[in-house]
């Protein structure tokens, strides 16, 4: 899509909204309205050869490994500080595929919209994932849309897969973890959950909190030039959090992980939330931060890598891998003491992404 193009559609809503200001049923019956709704916002929105076919599917031209994730969108509210259900949708998606070590290619969408659903927030949600889809360079190349009776679908739902190529000598996975592996984390964890907590809660701070939503591949990318197959494993840490993501890691690889509490990066206004809501912060929600287990030898240059990138300039090491105990992640606190930190056991904050 040009410039020009695409300021044209962010000026306002391609729907005639006088005529439909809201979603109908017929939206998704297939017929006239389906056609109005998918070809002129849309088709418009995401407009790139491969969807212009406007086939059931997308003919990809691809060779070599592939990487390939599918996950779905339910986040309330739909709007929040630092991103909405449709910019997360693009980097949830986008960043899934990079932890596999692969550059993101092409991605689709499908929306599960409610009838009455505002037409005007809905342009609002699929402008910002063409805007997200745009500046990660992947285009939106296949998708679907259906519409539920009203009550019974929440505004929208947003289902999206995307499919990534592997380089050659690019092997992430968690059975390549060794004693020793040093573990790198992004920065400053929590953000996305209580930003959304914030929002349903109805809290003010003096600093704005914002979600870190935001496309990683670009930070990933800078690692694996630099680290290569010393990356053993990518990883972000949504739902659950760090604490849930390093046990997982540590469950599969069958070594035990250790990580400081002084070393992890979290702002303060969000430590301060925390202890309000009687949060963990290790079990909170990220949505643009970075995981990666390397080989000891190649640590200190990762780090570089990742603080090269704007979203990486508080990178730290925060942990190391080790014999024992396995499949545990312990922690060594601000004050000298140890504890396990255990896979969370329900969910802290529901529809967070």
């Known amino acids: 899509m040009s410039e020009s193009t695409g300021a044209a559609f962010t000026a306002a809503c391609p729907i005639p909204l006088s005529d439909y200001p809201t979603v109908q049923m017929a939206h998704g019956g297939g017929g006239r309205l ?3 709704l998918i070809e002129g916002l849309f088709v418009k929105a995401f407009d790139n050869p491969v969807l212009a076919t406007l086939h059931d599917g997308a003919v990809l031209d691809l060779n070599g490994r592939l990487a390939f994730s599918t996950d779905t969108f339910v986040v309330r509210p739909l709007f929040f500080p630092g991103g909405n259900i449709g910019s997360l949708a693009v980097h949830g998606t986008v960043n899934d595929v990079a932890m596999c070590g692969a550059r993101p290619v092409a991605i689709s969408a499908g929306f599960i919209l409610e009838e009455g659903f505002p037409m005007e927030d809905l342009w609002r949600i699929t402008d910002s994932m063409r805007r997200a889809a745009q500046e990660a360079g992947v285009p939106v190349v296949t998708g679907d849309t259906k519409v539920v009776d009203r009550g019974k ?5 947003i289902n999206t897969t995307g499919v990534g190529e592997i380089a050659t000598g690019i092997d992430v996975a968690s059975e390549r973890v060794r004693p020793g592996d040093k573990i790198l984390l992004s920065g400053a964890i929590a953000e996305h959950g209580i930003a959304i907590m914030s929002v349903r809660e109805g809290l003010e701070f003096e600093t704005a909190l914002e979600s870190d939503s935001a496309n990683l591949y670009p930070l990933v990318h800078r690692v694996l030039e630099r680290a290569g197959n010393q990356v053993k494993v990518l990883r972000d840490p949504t739902r659950g959090g760090i604490a849930s993501a390093l046990n997982e890691i540590a ?3 069958g070594a035990g992980i250790r990580i400081v509490e002084s070393a992890i990066p979290l702002a303060e206004e969000v430590r301060g939330a925390c202890e309000i809501l009687g949060f963990d912060p290790l079990y909170v929600a990220n949505e643009g931060k970075c ?25 730290a090491i925060i942990g190391e891998v080790v014999e024992e105990p396995p499949g545990l992640v312990v922690l060594r606190s601000r004050i000298g003491g140890e504890r396990i930190v255990d896979m969370m056991s329900g969910e802290q904050l529901p529809r967070i992404c």
């Open 291 to 315: 995981l990666a287990i390397v080989a000891p030898e190649a640590a200190e240059a990762a780090l570089d890598a990742m603080r090269a990138d704007p979203l990486g300039r508080e990178a």
């Open 153 to 157: 679908g929440d505004g929208v739902y």
């Open 251 to 253: 469950a599969q690889a």
């Open 34 to 36: 389906s056609q109005m």
